[in-house]
Nanobody, 119 residues
Framework: QVQLVESGGGLVQAGGSLRLSCAAS????????MGWFRQAPGKERIFVARITWSGGATYYADSVKGRFTISRDNAKNTVYLQMSSLKPEDSAIYFC????????????WGQGTQVTVSS
């Protein structure tokens, strides 16, 4: 069983930056691809970014491409989401999640961290 805990959310002005962290415990971190998702009020949770277990490949939603960067440190059991040029529409609860190397559903989820971008 993998436990995931996000941190780093907060209130930031449009154009600003934040770095989210997601610390994993209870499993072998390098056995999992990791993803970030977000959910705005009244909307469905959507994909933001993904990084493979080795960090060798990354994927982004079109809406964040060029502004957000996902990375991981397997020695620290942590995945990061560096967010720059933030927009009010980036406001949401951000969740990290773990997916087995083979792909498929994300099996483990964190509790989320709130990001609010003011205009």
């Amino acid at each position: 069983q993998v436990q995931l805990v996000e941190s780093g959310g907060g209130l930031v002005q449009a154009g600003g930056s934040l770095r989210l962290s997601c610390a994993a415990s209870g499993g072998t971190f390098s056995a999992y691809n990791m993803g970030w998702f977000r959910q705005a009020p009244g909307k469905e949770r959507i994909f933001v970014a993904r990084i493979t277990w080795s960090g060798g490949a990354t994927y982004y939603a079109d809406s964040v491409k060029g502004r957000f960067t996902i990375s991981r440190d397997n020695a620290k059991n942590t995945v990061y989401l560096q967010m720059s040029s933030l927009k009010p529409e980036d406001s949401a609860i951000y969740f990290c999640a773990a997916q087995s190397r083979a792909g498929g559903d994300y099996r483990y989820w964190g509790q989320g961290t709130q990001v609010t971008v003011s205009s």
